[in-house]
């Protein structure tokens, strides 16, 4: 009997090979796994065990929410875990009775709670993204006033606009202004106080790979921990400037064949009777929707998708036809060779899924529901 649900096959061995990779190649920089959004969809608890047992010198986790970084603690990693996204004081609460917990300061308004909860902070400056950080004007203050109130200043960042579009300018003065900020008013006045130093991050995956001036003392690394390039201009560039340098994909999005059926020549098939048989055709039913990450604007032919014979023998590859319903899509698999039977298993590809929907790997990968089952090796 087929498969009745579509699920996914994760190798935290891969993660765990590119996470060494790209430390080895940010070094001496240190590295922070990024494993928010449920590890881009990997599984965030299983993904920080791996990485935590691979014994890597400096690794830290970071997380968007302090509830991610309980589950964390829950789950029994140890590595210190940073917080990127914002918080209140009831986050603080439950963050104090969190061990090596590293929380964001991502406004001046803050500065007064978190010198009160004396939680480690890193104080995000916003070098030109506009999203979240102290304005850069004003991160001068922001600083002076983290020593006079005592606040435990354990790193200083940013994040950067446009590194994987490869606008290597604006990505340099991005780190110029986040390296003077902190060289002027924060790394002599801890120097002088004999504690350490802050530490100092801007670069995310695309720039750790690309640009050393970026690296400063630590990178956090995200889409290419999971083996998923940041742009594709980011993949030709380190093919022509690294190329021993490998990603290894860690993910396979599977979903079986259900159901195969005849459609006559004139007949139409789903929701708004958006696919007409131009033929007598056959088509496959499989039980994966948008409801389970497959968005609706990848179909009407825009994505192809690989069956595998349940025997083991032969493969083809077949488009969507019509719409992506909630929980089921269909094949056109009138050409596919050998004809698929149900318990075949097909599979969709992350990067061609992305582009079908005018969109990118990150959306897809992240946007993968957690009732998904995912098989780990």
């Known amino acids: 009997m087929a498969r009745a649900r579509a699920w996914l096959e994760v190798d935290l061995g891969a993660i765990v090979a590119n996470a060494r990779a790209l430390a080895a190649r940010v070094a001496p920089a240190s590295l922070c796994a990024v494993v928010k959004a449920n590890g881009y969809g990997h599984g965030m608890v299983p993904v920080a065990r791996a990485l935590e047992g691979a014994k890597m010198p400096g690794l830290r986790l ?24 914002p ?13 090596k917990l590293e929380i964001a300061l991502l406004a001046e308004e803050s500065l007064d709670l978190f010198a009160r909860r004396g939680v480690a902070t890193h104080l995000k400056v916003d070098t030109g993204l506009n999203r979240f950080g102290v304005a850069l004007k004003r991160a001068p203050l922001a600083l002076r006033r983290c020593r006079e109130l ?23 003065q991005q780190t110029e202004r986040l390296r003077k900020v902190a060289v002027e008013f924060a790394r002599p ?4 106080s004999g504690a350490g130093a802050p530490l100092l991050h801007i670069a995310a995956s695309a720039a750790a790979m690309m640009w050393p001036q970026t690296r400063l003392d630590m990178v956090r690394c995200g889409i290419a921990l999971y083996g998923a390039w940041p742009s594709q ?4 560039f380190m093919a022509g400037e690294a190329r021993a340098f490998k990603l290894a994909p860690a993910l396979r999005w599977l979903a079986p064949v259900a159901q195969v059926r005849d459609v006559p020549l004139g007949d139409t098939v789903g929701y708004g009777r958006a696919f007409v048989a131009q033929r007598d055709s056959r088509i496959a039913m499989l039980p994966l929707g948008y409801a389970d990450g497959l968005p609706r604007a990848a179909g009407m032919g825009k ?13 083809a590859s077949a488009p969507i036809a019509g719409r992506v319903c909630m929980n089921v ?5 009138t050409d596919a060779v050998p004809a698929p039977a149900p318990g075949d298993v097909v599979e ?11 969109t990118i790997n990150y959306e897809i990968l992240a946007a993968l529901p957690a009732h998904l089952e995912r098989r780990y090796r």
């Open 150 to 172: 005592g606040v435990n200043l354990a790193g200083i960042f940013s994040h950067l606009a446009n590194a994987e579009d490869l606008d290597k300018e604006f990505t340099l």
């Open 348 to 358: 969709f590809d992350v990067e061609d899924v992305a582009r079908a929907a005018g």
């Open 189 to 192: 006045a801890r120097s002088r």
């Open 233 to 236: 201009e980011v993949q030709g």
């Open 329 to 333: 899509c269909m094949l056109d698999v």
């Open 87 to 99: 918080v209140d004081d009831g986050d603080l609460s439950v963050a104090a009775g969190i061990g």
């Open 303 to 315: 994505t192809r998708a690989r069956i595998s014979r349940a025997n083991g023998h032969g493969s």
């Open 62 to 85: 970071a997380v968007f929410s302090v509830g991610e970084a309980a589950a964390l603690r829950d789950a029994g990693t140890a590595a210190p875990i940073l917080v990127l996204g």
